[in-house]
């Protein structure tokens, strides 16, 4: 970096977007930055500076020197209004952000403003960088500290009814614990963010947010239908922003379908003009798990699992209710296989499964504790032994009912015998 400074003017900002290479640019308006004045123009083309420098330090990776500047623009944040030193943290962190493999540099970045927002008593700003600072903890899985952290904040924001704010740190709340898998206290805290977002007007993208949070709870409730609705309505807002959530919000739509047994229509709703936007990957594992379940096709789910890992696996929404689904699937094709039987070998349903013996093995005998059909597993002769469903006899229910029945006349002739005595 020099060390004379350049004036802030529009000569000065030209001169940075001349520049032949990155680094040249980046060390002018470094320079401009130096510039002593404090003139209304010169702030003015101060910030307008920072905004350019964020995008060049964010287009070449330089994590670190974004967070150098932030620290560097301190004595300059005493010289503008607070709502501008927002704005300008907030693009320096969302800049960092924006740069692969940042998580860790954001959680210090955020630690060190929230630092200095308690020194400068800047209240507003400091509520905002402890919302993200939250935010980054439940990514990073340090749930813990990051519940502790809301806890306090919104005690602090609902004091001072900042309804924007708190719609924001509740949908937060909500999040961290459905990760923390407490679903009575996730829908409590989704519940107080729409009460919130009703009292006010709500960015698309923010009322998005809240809508993709509810559809996963009612998946996670079995409520399929109305999940698929709030997918839905959160897709309609990404897409009209033309925010990546519309790719997971539609993925959700299509996992909604599946569980419903409507697998069917992923091809057509894949196959619109909203979905075509958007065939990749993910669209693609969904439309592979729809066709394993049209076809029952235990094999092609499993091949579905492993070719589409990253989208299927690795996320915890889908990973959840496709397993279940696949166990649903497998338990199906179990009960089918073994209905002809009385005594079939193991090793001949596996055969017949396409699955490794000790896999069929444990669940038959999962589904055997669980009462799905009557049986036993003879492990000396590797055999599965299947009895038939016992008849009840009608006569035991008949009698209890009748013996409830007397005990109802006898309790009515107490009384009555009760009120004559009397």
Request: charged share 25%; glycine share 4%; aromatic share 6%.
């Amino acid at each position: 970096m020099a060390t004379t400074h350049l004036a802030a003017t529009t000569e000065s900002l030209a001169l940075a977007v001349e520049a032949k290479d990155p680094s040249e640019a980046i060390s002018i308006l470094y320079r401009v930055l130096e510039d002593p004045s404090s003139s209304s123009e010169a702030l003015r083309m101060k910030e307008q500076a920072i905004t350019n420098l964020t995008d060049l330090l964010r287009q070449e990776n330089r994590g670190e020197d974004l967070r150098g500047l932030l620290t560097q623009l301190r004595p300059f944040f005493s010289v503008i209004p607070k709502a501008k030193t927002a704005k300008i943290v907030r693009g320096i962190i969302d800049a960092v952000a924006k740069i692969p493999g940042t998580s860790d540099l954001q959680i210090l970045l955020c630690r060190e403003m929230v630092q200095w927002t308690y020194a400068e008593k800047r209240t507003f700003l400091r509520q905002r960088v402890e919302a993200r600072l939250a935010a980054l903890l439940m990514e990073n899985k340090e749930y813990s500290e990051a519940l502790t952290l809301l806890s306090s904040l919104i005690k602090e924001v609902r004091r001072l009814d900042d309804k924007l704010l708190l719609v924001d740190i509740d949908l937060l709340e909500s999040k961290l614990h459905f990760s923390l898998r407490n679903l009575p206290k996730a829908k409590a805290a989704l519940t107080a963010a729409r009460t919130a977002a009703n009292a006010i007007y709500v960015p698309p993208a923010q009322q998005g947010a809240i809508d993709l949070q509810s559809g996963i709870l009612h998946a996670e409730e079995k409520d399929y239908k109305t999940a698929y609705s709030y997918f839905f309505e959160a897709f309609e807002s990404f897409n009209a922003l033309e925010d990546p959530k519309a790719v997971f919000s539609l993925k959700y739509m299509l996992l909604c379908k599946i569980m419903v047994n409507q697998a069917d229509d992923v091809g057509g709703i894949i196959s619109s003009k909203a979905g075509l936007q958007y065939v990749g990957p993910d669209l693609d594992a969904m439309k592979a798990v729809a066709d394993a379940h049209s076809k029952r096709s235990l094999r092609l789910f499993e091949i579905a699992l492993r070719d589409y890992n990253a989208q299927l696996e690795e996320d915890p929404i889908v990973h959840r209710h496709l397993q279940s689904l696949y166990d649903t699937l497998l338990e199906q094709n179990l009960c089918r296989l073994i209905e002809p039987f009385s005594r079939v070998e193991i090793a001949h349903i596996a055969e017949l499964i396409e699955l490794p013996m000790d896999h069929v093995e444990r669940k038959l005998s999962q589904m055997i504790l669980d009462k799905k059909f009557a049986g036993t597993l003879d492990q000396g002769a590797g055999c599965l032994v299947i009895f038939d469903d016992p008849k009840t006899d009608a006569i035991y229910p008949a009698t209890l009912e009748t013996i409830s029945n007397i005990g109802k006349v006898v309790d009515s002739l107490y009384a009555r015998s009760a009120k004559i005595m009397a």
